[in-house]
Nanobody
Framework: VHLVESGGGSVQSGVSLRLSCVVS????????LGWFRQAPGKYRDGFAAINTSDCTTYYTDSVKGRFTISQDNAKNTVYLQMNNLKPEDSAIYYC????????????????????WGQGTQVTVSS
């Protein structure tokens, strides 16, 4: 799997950005695509995912209502529309395919790739 994220930038609070991730040589044995982010000194965490079969979407509370994940199968691309950005959204953003696991109200993407993409930096100033 080859992953190329783009669309990041340095913006003011409250504005929007749209991230893209081209997923090449995607393994269709996975049923999910997720967005992850890593802020300085913190672990990389998943915060949005989409079931590639039925397009059901999942979000953490920190981004719910502000971010939207979507996919374009024809372009092998997953998008992340980010609205009303906040300084705490500042991080390097990554995407990855994996097995989407759900259990009641909880979910996670079990990533099974050897290499992550380079990510795209999002910096939000107040």
């Amino acid at each position: 799997v080859h992953l190329v994220e783009s669309g990041g930038g340095s913006v003011q609070s409250g504005v929007s950005l749209r991230l893209s991730c081209v997923v090449s040589r995607y393994t269709f044995s996975c049923n999910g695509l997720g967005w992850f982010r890593q802020a300085p000194g913190k672990y990389r965490d998943g915060f949005a995912a989409i079931n590639t079969s039925d397009c059901t979407t999942y979000y953490t509370d920190s981004v719910k209502g502000r971010f939207t994940i979507s996919q374009d199968n024809a372009k092998n691309t997953v998008y992340l529309q980010m609205n009303n950005l906040k300084p705490e959204d500042s991080a390097i953003y990554y995407c990855a395919p994996g097995d989407l696991r759900t259990d009641g109200g909880s979910w996670y993407v079990e990533v099974n790739i050897d290499h992550w993409g380079q990510g795209t930096q999002v910096t939000v100033s107040s």
